[in-house]
């Protein structure tokens, strides 16, 4: 410990032996009593003010109040729980399947000669599709009538015959036996020429097999074969043609609702609602009247049609399809708008607001879901507010600051499900 004077500090003129008129002592370093006197009296301020404003800095924080918590009532926009009717739908996809189908084959060997149809095109029953080279069978036709026109002369020639010999039976110029003989050949003409005009009405249906017609009014597809494209019979695909109007929707459904399901088409054809995928025009609507007769193991379905007008050719087989069937209609059940259900870890829950403008989470049984709205079975109550829009930033207990949706609770479907 150095004891200085203050008077000696800022004085160096001072004589060393004189008494100091006023002193602190404080430790300083060796190496500070080696600097001249100007050195010493800097380095002792800066101290001072060093050690001034840290014990400022120190009052001032410990007399300065906690910052004030940020936040406050969080906005949502809300929506009451309402009572009404809900129907219970199954929602499956399925597919479009055309009423009839054909894959055109020949019915005879040959070669293709012009082919009659555009692709895509609308086609009527009867109407000519391709047309075969029919030379050969025509060659076959006319020697099928020569043969059959000899048989006619012959059996002309053996009736003369008989006629001849049985006036001359009559008269005893042959035997009975001769009149038989005769007979018999005219039979065997007869029969000759009945076996000729089989083979000549068969020439005849062969070659009529080189005109390709459409089997049913439908859309024929894609071209398959070319003129001078050789045929084989009933193994060459000449063109597939879909009957489109009516249209079948196949889908499957679960085996559960089996049992509701055959109640309903045994009282006649079920209503079905059919809509395009991601679609938001109006959809179409079928009536569901086939039933398959068994489950699929593999699966755990049943296989169902609908049949739907489809004039214009609006759908297209093969095209997927959702399908929706009212199995049921819970009534006086309690409905909120699908935007307050929630999911989460242990199920779907909701954001209720209480009378304090606090929430707090219901967790849910839902029955069913149409037209925006879900039906609960437990967890919310009519006349309840909930949440509709602003979750992501509530937990429970949070104070709120409630707004209903476009300034009045939404519609209730019961009007819809009716």
């Excluded at 006023?22 to 380095?43: A, D, E, I, Q």
């Excluded at 949502?76 to 199954?90: E, Y």
């Excluded at 036996?177 to 089989?198: F, G, H, I, S, W």
């Excluded at 079928?286 to 379905?301: L, S």
Aim: proline letters at 6%; aromatic letters at 6%.
């Amino acid at each position: 410990m150095l004891r200085l004077s203050f008077t000696r500090l800022f004085n160096p003129h001072l004589a060393p032996n004189r008494a100091p008129s006023t002193s602190l002592s404080f430790g300083l370093p060796p190496c500070l009593y080696t600097m001249n006197s100007v050195k010493r009296t800097l380095l002792v301020v800066g101290i001072l003010t060093l050690a001034g404003g840290g014990l400022w800095y120190w009052s001032s924080k410990r007399s300065a109040p906690p910052p004030a918590k940020a936040g406050g009532p969080v906005p949502v926009i809300v929506a009451q729980a309402q009572s009404g009717n809900m129907p219970v739908l199954l929602n499956v996809v399925g597919r479009a399947e055309a009423y009839e189908g054909v894959t055109v084959k020949s019915r005879v060997d040959g070669q293709v000669l012009a082919v009659n149809y555009t692709e895509g095109q609308a086609v009527r029953q009867g109407d000519v599709l391709l047309r075969l080279d029919p030379a050969d069978f025509n060659a076959k036709v006319a020697q099928a009538e020569a043969v059959v026109a000899k048989d006619q002369a012959q059996l002309a020639k053996a009736h003369a015959d008989l006629e001849r010999y049985q006036g001359l039976k009559a008269r005893g110029f042959v035997s009975d036996e001769k009149v038989n003989e005769v007979r018999t050949n005219e039979a065997a003409a007869a029969a000759t020429l009945k076996a000729d005009q089989a083979a000549l009405e068969l020439a005849r249906l062969q070659q009529s097999y080189t005109t390709v017609r459409a089997p049913f009014s439908g859309i024929v597809g894609a071209r398959l074969v070319f003129p001078g494209s050789t045929v084989k019979i009933n193994d060459t695909a000449l063109a597939v043609v879909n009957r489109v109007d009516p249209l079948y929707v196949s889908f499957a459904v679960p085996e559960r609702h089996l049992q509701r399901l055959r109640q309903a088409v045994s009282k006649g054809p079920m209503p079905v609602q059919i809509a395009l995928p991601g679609s938001k025009e109006a959809g179409f609507e079928g009536k569901a009247k086939f039933i398959d007769n068994a489950v699929d193991a593999t699966t755990g379905t049943i296989q169902m049609k609908a049949l739907l007008d489809n004039k214009g050719a609006r759908l297209t087989p093969g095209q997927f399809l959702n399908v929706s069937m009212v199995l049921d209609q819970v009534s006086d059940s309690v409905l909120v708008p699908n935007e307050a259900v929630q999911q989460g870890a242990d199920g779907n829950f909701l954001y209720a607001v209480k009378a304090d403008d606090t929430v707090e989470v219901r967790k849910l049984e839902i029955i069913a879901s149409h037209q925006g709205m879900t039906a609960i079975g437990k967890g919310v109550a009519v006349g309840e507010t909930v949440v509709t829009d602003g979750q992501l930033r509530l937990t429970p207990g949070a104070t709120v600051k409630a707004k209903p949706a476009g300034g009045a609770a939404p519609a209730s479907p019961a009007a819809a499900a009716k």
